[in-house]
């Protein structure tokens, strides 16, 4: 298992189309992956778990990957959380 801490740095914070994105990023990795935000812990492939987190921008989150392929599905959600 694997835990990255990564800041939400959208301007916007996260609202529909950067979360289907996140969640399509997600959906890539055999991995299990959560992002884990004021006690919940929410699947990154649901999309309407994902709304329900309301990411602003300057949130500190938690990526959580666990499975096969956890190092580069940990990466690619880091990576997609710097680059939104």
């Known amino acids: 298992m694997i ?18 994105l996140l969640v399509q990023e997600a959906s890539q990795y ?29 949130s500190e989150v938690t990526v959580v990957a666990e499975g096969d392929d956890e190092k580069r599905a940990a990466e690619g959600i880091e990576a997609f959380f710097q680059k939104v």
């Open 3 to 20: 835990k990255k801490p990564v800041r939400v740095n959208n301007n916007k914070g996260l609202d529909g189309r950067p979360i289907a």
């Open 30 to 58: 055999a991995s299990k992956i959560y992002i884990q935000v004021e006690g919940k812990n929410i699947n990154a492939k649901s999309i309407m778990g994902m709304m329900s987190l309301n990411l602003k921008e300057g």
